[in-house]
């Protein structure tokens, strides 16, 4: 594909992307730990109840979760910085 000299890509679209490729290795990642590792991580638990058991599916779930949790934080900070800023169009 040949990119057009006047042609703009809007800067959100990019960072979508980057945090959907981003999720999705998390998963890739936390799939590839339960598989390696089944056993040796017990189950994940938030205030005393079980939110994922030690299975390829349950860390590839918690993987992408928390990718997302973070990138959501991280792009709500921006968003909300971005409002400060004099020079933003």
Do not use: C, W
């Not at 599916?57 to 990718?67: I, K």
């Amino acid at each position: 594909m040949v990119s057009r000299p006047n042609e703009r890509r809007s800067g959100r679209k990019i960072l979508l992307v980057i945090a959907v490729v981003a999720v999705v290795i998390g998963a890739v990642f936390g799939y590839v730990i339960g598989l390696v590792a089944p056993g040796v991580f017990g189950q994940i638990e938030l205030a005393g109840t079980t939110l994922f058991s030690p299975t390829p599916s349950g860390f590839a779930t918690y993987g992408a979760l928390a990718t997302a949790a973070a990138l959501g934080v991280l792009f709500a900070l921006v968003h909300v910085v971005s409002r400060f800023d004099t020079d933003a169009r």
